[in-house]
């Protein structure tokens, strides 16, 4: 065994021996509903991150207003290293989405740990005579007004890459927000909408059982998990990238060396050759980062999705 791992396991071991003596609980928010993409990440990470870190595992789902909630409850949490939060790309939509936050995106949460990537997938009602991207813009083009598109609700990441998908090849089709993706994918199958963006995860048993039909993925490259369905890019869409990622948050207080630790244990059960056979199967690419590259991150994006946002004049209910 190499020498760098060993000392990362002491190192790993002395950590859930320091933890031990404190608290017995780490609590992991979740700002979704049990069955989602987060909720199922957070679960499947959960084992690993309590035998690292010597604690047991809470994982605590706090849904609503697009994980604001959720968020909110994390930066009035103890900054002791006790609770963090997993959280989506979603994370920096919000403070272009809402006026008001209850805290400040950027001094009262700290980014910790990346999780990974995954893309959106485009998927069609079966009744829609499309087969692939040139026949849906077609479609599109000869037949205004006829495509409605789902999402999870105004603001979330099948709406945003609709918007990009709409902005870059120049059309427009209208929007039907839904209270979370299970309804929108029910009337996906039934044709009561005709196309919307979902991930992988959600989507793919749909796509698998051939009740919906899936005519491009929202990655540069193609994804393992649906390796015969194109890319946006290579569909002629140029330079198309919508890969939203899924990361860890804690609140900004919290010891530097605390946080450290966290990404540590975080990277550490994203090693786990199970953890990442099950997130493949999630779509999800695992891209473990320090803490300085995940922060750069996410404060790239809180810059690129705030002009996106407001260029769109979007707005959360």
Do not use: C
């Not at 590259?293 to 705030?306: C, R, S």
Request: aromatic residues 8%; hydrophobic residues 45%.
């Amino acid at each position: 065994m190499h020498l760098k791992n060993l000392l990362g396991i002491f190192f790993l071991s002395f950590v859930g021996l320091s933890s031990a003596q404190t608290s017995k609980t780490t609590t992991i928010i979740v700002p979704f509903a049990a069955g989602g993409t987060v909720d199922i990440v957070a679960r499947q990470l959960a084992p690993d991150l309590g035998r690292y870190l010597g604690d047991s595992v809470l994982v605590d789902n706090r849904g609503g207003a697009g994980g604001t909630i959720a968020t909110a409850k994390l930066a009035s949490s103890n900054a002791d290293g006790k609770t963090i939060m997993f959280h989506h790309m979603g994370f920096v939509f919000n403070p272009a989405l809402y006026e008001k936050l209850p805290f400040d995106t950027r001094k009262d949460i700290v980014p910790v740990a990346d999780i990974g990537v995954t893309p959106n997938v485009l998927v069609v009602t079966n009744s829609l005579p499309t087969k692939n991207i040139a026949e849906f813009l077609a479609y599109v083009k000869k037949n205004p007004g006829k495509i409605n598109y789902g999402s999870g609700g105004i603001g979330s990441a099948g709406h945003l890459a609709m918007e990009m998908f709409e902005e870059s090849a120049n059309f427009r089709a209208t929007h039907v927000p839904y209270k979370g993706s299970g309804p929108a994918i029910t009337d996906l199958i039934s044709g009561q909408i005709q196309a919307m963006f979902m991930t992988i995860a959600a989507i793919k048993p749909y796509i698998d059982s051939g009740q919906v039909r899936a005519l491009a993925t929202s990655g540069l490259t193609r994804t393992p998990s649906l390796p015969a369905i194109p890319t946006l890019n290579e569909s002629g869409l140029k330079g198309f990238s919508f890969e939203p990622w899924y990361g860890v948050f804690a609140p900004a207080k919290t010891p530097h060396k605390t946080l450290e630790q966290i990404n540590l244990a975080v990277n550490e059960a994203l090693k786990n050759p199970d953890n990442q056979a099950k997130l493949a199967g999630q779509g999800l690419e695992v891209k473990p980062m320090t803490m300085p590259q995940f922060a750069a991150m996410v404060d790239a994006d809180l810059v690129k999705w705030d002009k996106v946002i407001r260029r769109l004049n979007i707005k959360a209910e």
